[in-house]
């Protein structure tokens, strides 16, 4: 009887193993298969504001495009400004994630475009140079996405916790607001900054240029006009020539 029911808790035993291990490994497996078919997502589209600037070098007759991704209702803001080369303009065009331009092509030293509310997805930032045969473009690019729909989920969590925190929440806001403002413009700032240390630069080249030109051109003219005016005085005597000096 010992013996029956020690082989009845053994066999037991086994199974509550074997349905255990079954259990762990569907787990495992269900684990994986959601990872692997998750989309990964980069750690910058979750955050909360994204700012960037970029200084990009657009070659003679050719276009270059970037991509940058705009979570559902969030604001948009890019800005592109010539800091050298030719001309000093460029064709700037901004597409949505549809496909569809926004913002046409113009051709300008200097634009803007801004969406308050986007519809979400990766939005296309063109710099034309194609009408430039010959010269490249040295530009500015400046872009910016803020969220502003997560300080209104952070409020809705302070006040699960209980807790009166609407003004302050109001008050980071508008400073979060100020803030990107302050940054457009110190963007802005530091464009025209280089745009004016680039035309400071190309003067002085020129100045520098041109007086070299001028010396070589007058000291060429001082030689050619003192050796004609030697000629003149030469005489001829007999079969040799006599130079009388003044």
């Keep these: 009887m010992m013996a ?3 082989k009845m808790a053994s066999s037991h035993s086994h199974a509550t193993f074997f349905l255990s291990f079954s259990i762990f490994l569907w787990f495992s497996l269900h684990i994986v298969h ?3 078919t998750e989309p990964t997502v980069p750690w910058y589209e979750n955050l909360p504001a994204v700012a960037m600037d970029y200084k990009v070098h657009i070659d003679p007759g050719k276009e270059d495009c970037y ?8 604001t948009f803001y890019v800005s592109f400004q010539v800091v050298r080369g030719g001309d000093g303009m460029a ?4 597409r949505n994630p549809k496909g569809d331009i926004v913002h046409p092509y113009q051709w300008k030293p200097n634009s803007e475009y801004q969406e308050q509310s986007s519809v979400g997805g990766y939005y ?11 010269a490249g473009k040295l530009v500015n690019i400046y872009l910016t996405v803020v969220r502003y729909d997560m300080w209104e989920q952070y409020t809705k969590d302070v006040e699960e916790l209980n807790m009166n925190m609407e003004n302050f929440t109001t008050t980071i806001m508008g400073v979060e607001r100020n803030i990107n403002e302050m940054r457009q413009y110190q963007h802005h700032t530091r464009g ?8 400071l630069t190309a003067n002085n080249t020129y100045v520098v240029r041109w007086s070299l030109i001028q010396i ?3 000291a060429i003219t001082t030689i050619v006009q ?7 005085f030469e005489t001829k005597t007999g079969t040799g020539f006599s130079k009388s000096r003044i």
Excluded: H, T
């Design 226 to 232: 003192v050796y004609f005016l030697r000629k003149l």
């Design 192 to 199: 025209r900054e280089a745009w004016d240390m680039s035309l």
């Design 216 to 218: 070589v051109v007058i």
């Design 67 to 74: 991509f940058q991704y705009v979570n559902p209702g969030a």
């Design 34 to 36: 959601v990872s692997a």
């Design 91 to 94: 064709g700037f065009a901004v």
């Design 4 to 6: 029956c029911v020690e």
């Design 124 to 134: 296309s930032v063109c710099i034309d140079n194609q009408f430039s045969r010959f």
